[in-house]
């Protein structure tokens, strides 16, 4: 059974606050790393997809880094507004013909205005 | 328009009964799945379909039946529902495998099915 971990399991912050979170995954077979940003009463959507030891990657004020030696991902938001608020979700991927995705459960976000 | 649909958003229906929730995706992607949001808010895979094909089915009763028609659309069939089917369940798609590429996934709104 894969162990993926995020913390904090959620997190409150004020509106222009920076603020960062962690997925741990196993650190052997890794292929890739995804996290997915999930608003309350929408569907996941992936933010990124990351695959190589030191990747980083940004979107707008959200960026990323990815260690695969001791199987961690930091996902950070700079200048955190209301909208932001949602569930961060990580997704490890240990590749090989399987088709499939062991998700964290997530860290729930909350900015406050 | 919506890449990846599925319905109905609710279900309510008593144990024992049988239903379905359809799921339809309009990116023409080849691989679809069906994840379950479980009592601990995990989302976990049931099933993955490539091409009409299915390739996991991780070790979900045979209660739970996916039927995939055609590449767009990836059904799901449950009989006999029991109390413990009570969950979120949702459905993807990926343009190509997940696992063999970097594929991201592209997901439904989810079905909240409620079994009383």
């Known amino acids: ?113 | 328009d919506t890449a990846v649909s599925q319905t109905p958003k609710y279900l309510v229906t008593q144990m024992g009964n049988d239903k379905s929730i359809k799921c339809e995706q309009n990116l023409g992607h080849d691989t679809m799945y069906w994840y379950k949001q479980d009592s601990k808010k995990f989302l976990k895979i049931m099933f993955s379909y490539n091409n009409k094909e299915l390739i996991i089915n991780e070790t979900v009763p045979n209660r739970f039946s996916p039927k995939s028609p055609d590449k767009a659309h990836l059904n799901l069939h449950i009989n006999s529902l029991e109390l413990g089917d009570s969950a979120v369940y949702f459905c993807a798609s990926s343009q190509d495998e997940v696992g063999l590429t970097n594929e991201k996934l592209f997901f439904g709104s989810g079905t909240q099915l409620s079994v009383l």
């Not at chain 1, 999930?38 to 030191?54: C, D, H, I, R, Y």
């Open chain 1, 1 to 113: 059974i894969l162990n993926v971990e995020q913390s904090p399991q959620s997190l409150h912050v004020q509106e222009g606050d920076s603020t960062n979170f962690t997925c741990s995954f196993p650190s052997s077979n890794f292929y890739a790393l995804h996290w997915y940003r999930w608003e309350t009463a929408k569907s996941p959507e992936a933010l990124f997809v990351m695959t190589l030891n030191g990747d980083e990657k940004k979107k707008g004020r959200i960026s990323a880094t990815l260690n695969t030696k001791e199987g961690y991902s930091y996902l950070y938001i700079k200048g955190s507004q209301p909208e932001d608020s949602a569930t961060y979700l990580c997704a490890f991927d240990g590749g090989g013909s399987n088709y499939k995705l062991t998700f964290g459960k997530g860290t729930l976000l909350t900015v406050n205005p």
